[in-house]
């Protein structure tokens, strides 16, 4: 499987469709484009224009049926018929990471986060501030989309991502490879397990600490396999912070400890 994930194009490339975000990267000369495909019914200006950038770059341009596009797309109403894979320089399959000499370490565990605003705001904020590693599962997690670019104001592109195919297939990876898997969990999940404050948790060498999502939190199936809970202090009347917010206090509490 393994093998299989590294060779995966979702494993190497962030999917960018619609017009004018195509347009976006092609003129970014930071990024590395390695193909735009255009629907063979996409006509007018914009098109026009796309294949001028593309050839200006020196980018491929691949023709293909707009079903096609579609379903590369994986978004079936604002592709526009055209998409371009950028290269993500960071990406890699889980399953590599693990297998490297020294793993990276802390880690964060996306878990049924689908708002596209929080899963880029958590992007942006874990490269910030240096996590070598957020695990996006391609299941049961916003795609990274448009949305998601836009929303880590392009620092997606560049973040250290490591896929898999869900949450629990990714805890299960980490706790077999030496990790505590840690649940982030609110004042509501102390009733079903003792929750430990973040600011006094033990963190060892090799951790994850795993986001749940916004309604339901962490899966059953996830905090199943986590060595406890963990939660973030709020002496204040309030039940729970937004996830992304979540992640920015568990980050930065890792840098304050110098990890």
């Known amino acids: 499987m393994g093998d299989k994930q590294a060779t995966s194009p979702k494993d190497r490339f962030l999917t960018v469709y619609g017009r ?3 347009l976006e990267v092609l003129a970014d000369e930071t990024l590395d484009v390695d193909k735009v495909i255009l629907a063979d019914t996409a006509r007018g200006p ?3 224009e796309i294949r001028r950038a593309a050839k200006q770059r020196g980018v491929a341009v691949q023709a293909a049926s ?5 379903v590369l797309a994986g978004n079936g109403k604002q592709d526009q018929g055209v998409l371009a894979d950028v290269v993500a320089p960071r990406m890699l399959p889980l399953s590599a990471a693990l297998d490297r000499s020294a793993p990276p370490s802390p880690l964060l565990v996306l878990d049924g986060i689908t708002t596209p605003a929080n899963v880029g705001m958590i992007l942006r904020t874990a490269t910030a501030a240096g996590l070598p590693g957020i695990v996006v599962p391609r299941r049961g997690v916003a795609a990274l989309d448009p949305l998601v670019v836009k929303a880590s104001a392009g620092v997606a592109f560049r ?3 490591l896929r898999c195919a869900s949450a629990e297939e990714a805890a299960e990876q980490l706790v077999e490879s030496g990790y505590t ?3 982030l969990g609110s004042r509501a999940d102390a009733t079903a397990a003792e929750v430990t404050p973040l600011f006094d ?3 060892p060498s090799r951790v994850a600490f795993v986001l749940g999502g916004e309604t339901d939190g962490v899966s059953t199936a996830v905090s199943d396999l986590a060595a406890g809970w963990v939660s973030i202090p709020m002496p204040g009347e309030v039940e729970s912070l937004n996830v992304s917010a979540a992640a ?3 980050c930065f509490e890792l840098v304050r400890r110098g990890r």
């Open 20 to 22: 004018k975000p195509v």
């Open 46 to 48: 914009a098109v026009a």
């Open 66 to 70: 707009a079903h096609r596009v579609k």
């Open 159 to 161: 973040a250290p991502v």
């Open 181 to 183: 898997v840690y649940a």
């Open 201 to 203: 948790v033990d963190v």
């Open 248 to 250: 920015a206090v568990v």
